[in-house]
């Protein structure tokens, strides 16, 4: 798959186009996907994703602080598993939300020449959001494609949504969120010294370096497991600014505990799949109070996830 950062220098012919955020490419993004795929290779075209960084709403200031699910390398990833052709991170900024909605297909057009578009049922684009799935399909009779719009996924009677997971992760029900993405919710970061307080009470952590604009699960301690140069490991995985100590920081922080593993793993990638919530972060009285409960989590994660095999 071709993964391109903007549309300067490119020129596609005969495809299938669909335009969205896809955070976290979740249940109701692979369906759209899916069908996008498989009718633009059933039709001999390519399947083309257009996504957006930063998010529409963050650069409009609908949303003031960004929580993404997924990071744009990690979704293009995603695309390429579900049989993407050409996915597209475009640069969203002030001046591209102030671009009509005729302005941004007539660029799209002469870049990607694509002759359908798949949309969402409330799909909009264009400054006010002018051009909606109507607007857009009069446009398409002139400029030589086809609209279709596939409905939303909906599960419990709620529509599956980046924002709805984005809440369950804040609420730290990752069953929830897990459910809705249709895969474990996971975070990856660059192990990074900490102050080396698991290692004198006998429980060393991996304290992880995650990108400052990545969703996480509410602070609490959770069932996880944990990908390594290839390999998978248990792991109980704490976030939150570790009450018990003293400290000034109080920026939150994740750091893993990796059961039965003891190598030295500073300055490499980690990746932590949630598994489970076990439970809130609190202070304990002492280290031994404290010891005492992070084995009891450590037991109660080895029982989950042996269920879960």
């Not at 050409?86 to 001046?95: G, L």
């Amino acid at each position: 798959m071709l993964h391109l950062q903007s549309l300067e220098g490119i020129q596609l012919n005969d495809t299938w186009l669909t335009i969205g955020t896809f955070d976290g490419v979740h249940r109701g993004h692979q369906a759209i996907v899916r069908r996008l795929v498989n009718q633009a290779h059933a039709a001999g075209s390519q399947a083309v994703v257009l996504t957006f960084y930063p998010h529409p709403a963050v650069v409009i200031g609908k949303r003031n602080n960004p929580s993404y699910l997924t990071t744009p390398e990690e979704r293009a990833a995603m695309l390429e598993e579900l049989g993407v052709d050409v996915a597209i991170t475009f640069p969203f900024t002030p001046k591209v939300s102030q671009f009509s909605a005729d302005e941004f297909i007539s660029l799209l057009k002469s870049h990607l020449d694509f002759h359908h578009l798949m949309v969402g049922p409330d799909f909009a684009l264009g400054h006010n959001r002018v051009g909606d799935i109507q607007y857009l399909s009069d446009i398409g009779r002139k400029s030589g494609y086809t609209v279709s719009s596939i409905n939303h996924l909906d599960i419990d009677g709620k529509i599956v949504s980046s924002s709805r997971i984005r809440a369950a992760l804040q609420e730290g029900n990752i069953k929830l969120a897990n459910m809705l993405l249709g895969r474990p919710y996971f975070i990856k970061g660059q192990v990074i010294p900490g102050d080396g307080r698991g290692q004198t009470i006998g429980i060393p952590t991996a304290n992880l370096s995650v990108w400052p604009e990545r969703a996480l699960p509410k602070s609490g301690v959770y069932v996880t497991q944990c990908s390594i140069n290839g390999n998978k490991y248990a792991a109980v995985t704490n976030i939150g600014v570790r009450p018990t100590f003293t400290s000034q920081d109080q920026r939150l922080q994740v750091e893993a505990h990796l059961l039965n593993f003891s190598d030295q793993i500073y300055g490499l990638e980690l990746r932590l799949d949630f598994i489970a919530y076990l439970r809130e972060e609190r202070k304990f009285s002492g280290i031994d109070a404290l010891v005492k409960q992070i084995h009891q989590d450590i037991s109660q994660a080895q029982t989950c996830l042996k269920v879960m095999s």
